[in-house]
């Protein structure tokens, strides 16, 4: 019996083009599925639509960015229970879900074929101050000039290296992104592993994933064993070497003294919260609107499809 499939897809993802489009369609129907195609025409559309859609199909894939894939953790976080498995189709600018999944960054027809006959894995969804990520929030430094970007026109056509080339530039246009915070580090407590230590930090970040930012975290992550990791990054010094283990090194930065894993932190700013809201999967989330304090824990698990793992 053919199995019903939904693609929700976002026409405004850089990476999306009409001809491969219809290649993953026909790619659906190839691994036995009914493809039936949903575009995405507002920013909430998923977590609008993903109630009905459960009830009514066996399979909903998301294609787009990481943004797509993030609304669609705190859809399927939202539900009572799960009856459709999801899987989600990279076609953004940096697709770090790609390989948090086991799929290719820049492939998404290839990356269909993989999905629906690949693995489920009971992926772990972390809870920020109640808000569901898919695999980051970071605040700091730089962080958020993945959702600053979106005010250049460059993105569709320059992919990851607008990224850079705009990061670059707003070193020096904007005091808020770097030069402030290097010389006025964030003062924190946090509280996780039956420790409260009191900190300075320019660049925080709370993931459970293999890569963000295009760098390697953690090639063997275990994104289902209910915790997460987390790197505080005190000056520039460290953050330095740690983007250059991301950079270099196989095994990612987990060996790094910033980085611990926990399955529960309370993080505390004490004299100030940062200038410009979170970056949750590469998207603004404004989390200490009115608090100064982050509240993190496993909130739910989503079944995933993923690409097989290697032997």
Known sequence: MTKN???IYNKNASGFNEKTFFKILKEIFDCGYNPTPI???YPEFIIDNIQLLNNDFDVILTMGGDGTVS????AFNSLEYQKALYGHIPSGTTNDMGPNTNLPRYNPTYSTRLLLNGDIENRDIISINGHAIAYVAAGGILAPATYLIDKSKDKKDAGTFSYIRYGAKKIFTDPELYKNIVNNPYSITYEANGQTITTSTIFFAI???KSFANLCINPHADMSNGKFNVVIIPN?????KVLGQGITLN???MQSKNVFSTDALTLTFN???PFYPLNCDGDERDLLENTNTLEVKPSGKVLELIGKKRK
Request: aromatic share 12%.
């Open 251 to 253: 095994y990612g930065i």
């Open 71 to 74: 609304n669609a953790y705190q």
């Open 207 to 209: 993931f459970n994933a």
């Open 39 to 41: 575009e995405s025409t």
């Open 236 to 240: 520039i010094k460290e953050l330095l």
């Open 5 to 7: 499939c939904a693609l």
């Open 271 to 273: 004299d100030r919260t």
